[in-house]
């Protein structure tokens, strides 16, 4: 069994930066698929970015470029580097693993909850 814990959330201006941290525990040997998510009340569930036991990422446009998702194998620790955030960055962000393949934003969409492991949120809010 697999358990994800977020910290580093935080209150920054627009144009800030901020890094999320995933600690990730249990067996996580072998394929491993890897996300973090954003929900704002009253909407949607939006995937941010995922990453693979690779190495491989997958962005949603509205992040790309800005957002950096990484991991340290060593450390079971999953990471968001957010740089440039803006108002709209604001949001709940969860890390989870997903039992997903391929682990990329889109297929990640489409799998049942039932195969999703959640952290329990970590708040981001940027405002003036």
């Known amino acids: 069994q697999v358990h994800l814990m977020e910290s580093g959330g935080d209150s920054v201006q627009p144009g800030g930066s901020l890094r999320l941290s995933c600690a990730v525990s249990g067996d996580t040997s072998g394929r491993l698929c890897l996300g973090w998510f954003r929900q704002v009340p009253g909407k949607e569930r939006e995937g941010v970015a995922s990453?693979?036991?690779?190495?491989?990422?997958d962005y949603a446009p509205a992040v790309n470029v800005r957002f950096t998702i990484s991991q340290d194998k060593a450390k079971n620790a999953l990471y968001l580097q957010m740089n440039s955030l803006k108002p709209e960055d604001t949001a709940m962000y969860y890390c989870?693993?997903?039992?997903?393949?391929?682990?990329?934003?889109?297929?990640?969409?489409?799998?049942?909850?039932?195969?999703?492991?959640w952290g329990q949120g970590t708040q981001v809010t940027v405002s003036s």
């Open positions: 989870a693993r997903v039992l997903s393949f391929p682990c990329a934003l889109a297929p990640i969409s489409r799998t049942p909850l039932e195969f999703y492991t």
């Open positions: 990453i693979d036991e690779h190495g491989s990422t």
